[in-house]
T-cell receptor, first 111, second 116 residues
């Protein structure tokens, strides 16, 4: 089945650790996105990528990094520089002007 | 300035009633798309309906319709005959331009509660 797979579903991070969230899609979409959602809030854009080996910062990129080495994959690293990383992270992909398709999300908690 | 504004943090409706969720947007780009998503408590984002800026007619998808008033820059979602399963958070979103890969910008959402 075509879709977007995010893993893991739940992730716990210790203070000072870097963690990487996985996002894979088999929809053959060029564009991929990472959003952060805090409780009761909307989605805020972290990074997005229009094509392989290219990506742009969104509104809240500080403390995050991404790579886009393959069309299918757009992993997000939450670095130790991100001071408040506890949130729900959603990955999405889309055709140029179509709707975005979302993964099931990763819930990250700092312990 | 916020590009997408949803002014209703929460809405309450009884089963079988219709409900309107408000959304206003701000853009100077003549080409844009407007989207509505539903997010149940499970967290998944479910695409509901789309309206392009050049579309002459309001979009409809089953029980969902989009009341598009371009001059007022509003794109309200109307859900007819509410069901218990409609209880969720609803997000309005916009993509400016139709070129490749511009990101969707989301509002803060409206929580809809449907009671029996």
């Amino acid at each position: 089945d075509g879709g977007i797979t995010q893993s893991p579903k739940y992730l716990f991070r210790k203070e000072g650790q870097n963690v990487t969230l996985s996002c894979e899609q088999n929809l053959n979409h060029d564009a991929m996105y990472w959003y952060r959602q805090d409780p009761g809030q909307g989605l805020r854009l972290i990074y997005y990528s229009q094509i392989v080996n290219d990506f742009q910062k969104g509104d809240i990129a500080e403390g995050y990094s991404v790579s886009r080495e393959k069309k299918e994959s757009f992993p997000l690293t939450v670095t130790s520089a991100q001071k408040n990383p506890t949130a729900f992270y959603l990955c999405a992909s889309s055709m140029p002007s179509g709707e975005a398709f979302f993964g099931q999300g990763t819930r990250l908690t700092v312990v | 300035a916020q590009k997408i504004t949803q002014t209703q943090p929460g809405m309450f409706v009884q089963e079988k009633e219709a409900v309107t969720l408000d959304c206003t947007y701000d853009t100077s780009d003549p080409s844009y798309g407007l989207f509505w998503y539903k997010q149940p408590s499970s967290g998944e984002m479910i695409f509901l309906i789309y309206q392009g800026s050049y579309d002459q007619q309001n979009a409809t998808e089953g029980r969902y319709s989009l009341n598009f008033q371009k001059a007022r820059k509003s794109a309200n979602l109307v859900i007819s005959a509410s069901q218990l399963g409609d209880s969720a958070m609803y997000f309005c979103a916009m993509r400016e331009g139709f070129q490749a890969g511009t990101a969707l910008i989301f509002g803060k959402g409206t929580t809809l509660s449907v009671s029996s």
